[in-house]
């Protein structure tokens, strides 16, 4: 059960990721769209310079570049949108000729990440309640070898009973005077009784030494997805900040080209800033959304409406 329950976690959890980095590659066609698109009209204004005799030809040369990179970037979105969206309908049990995901206009909510979730959700994960378990069945085995110091005897006396109890043997009339080999195997072997609880306690610390270690890399991973999430959002923050500096330089640029008091090699610069610094943000919340899920992956489930831990 352990087994299929990670199983299940696991392609769950990749088909969340690839779901979500879908969902980027959308927002970074319309990025790309909308650089397109913006890379034309100032190329329409360097044409009209140049017309006009007031640029040279190089910086025509130079806008239709930023245009047709931009242009064949767009195109090979295409197929890594296609891919994904091919593994997503696998995942799903779907043929991916039969499956299409639209383009929704919006990437997914973030969600709120708690600054410390509670330790007890740890034992959802597949992997940590196996080791567990194994702790269980190895400290039963522990009683059932111990067990074997008072085993169901097999007597073959005179009077032909068998199968009969450690009790009923103490009990037995005197008549019973005949014991056969089977007992008298049983209780010559203490030795083998001894080191048999030996192995079974040396099997349970083994079983508790791994729960210990399967524990403790739980933790590692929840605490490495809590403190790169936390770190994470406050980068986006100012990822956010940059983008917004990087548009308005880049119309500032723009506006300073068409009266002619800059050249166009600024403009190309501000126009490569402002994709650059789009890019990173989307690159940073894509990490944020997957970190997210393997987050909750770490977590065995959701955190929400379970009680924070106070230790």
């Known amino acids: 059960m352990a087994t299929l329950a990670a199983m299940r976690l696991s392609m769950q959890s990749e088909l969340a990721q690839n779901y979500l980095q879908l969902r980027v590659m959308d927002q ?39 245009v047709k990179n931009a242009e064949a970037e767009l195109v090979d979105l295409v197929w890594q949108r296609a891919q994904l969206e091919n593994a997503i309908a696998v995942l799903m049990g779907e043929a991916p000729a039969n499956f299409s995901l639209a383009d929704n206009g919006s990437l997914p909510r973030i969600p709120a990440v708690p600054m410390s979730v509670p330790s007890q959700l740890l034992e959802r994960r597949p992997d940590v309640a196996a080791a567990e378990r194994s702790v269980m069945a190895a400290n039963a085995q ?48 203490g030795g083998q009784i001894k080191f ?73 610069t501000a126009q490569t800033t402002a994709l650059n610094s789009a890019r990173t943000l989307l690159t940073l919340q894509q990490t944020q959304l997957i970190n997210s899920v393997q987050l909750i992956a770490a977590l065995g489930g959701e955190w929400e409406g379970l009680p924070q831990n106070k230790n």
């Open 28 to 66: 970074q066609k319309r990025l790309l769209t909308e650089t397109v698109d913006t890379y034309k009209r100032v190329l329409q204004l360097t044409e009209s310079q140049y017309k006009r005799g007031i640029i040279a030809s190089a910086d025509v040369a130079t806008a239709t570049t930023q």
């Open 142 to 189: 522990i009683g059932v070898a111990k067990a074997a110091y008072f085993p169901s005897l097999n007597l073959n006396a005179a009077g032909g009973y068998r199968s009969s109890t450690l009790s009923d043997w103490l009990t037995l009339p005197n008549r019973y005077w005949s014991v056969g080999p089977q007992l008298a195997m049983t209780l010559f072997d």
């Open 196 to 268: 048999g609880v030996i192995g079974a306690e040396a099997s349970y610390d083994a079983s508790v030494a791994t729960y210990r270690q399967t524990v403790l890399t739980a933790l590692q991973e929840v605490e490495n997805y809590l403190v790169t999430l936390h770190t994470l959002s406050e980068e986006a923050v100012l990822r956010e900040e940059a983008v917004a500096a990087s548009r308005k330089a880049l119309q500032q640029y723009t506006n300073q080209y068409r009266v002619g008091l800059i050249g166009f090699l600024d403009v190309v």
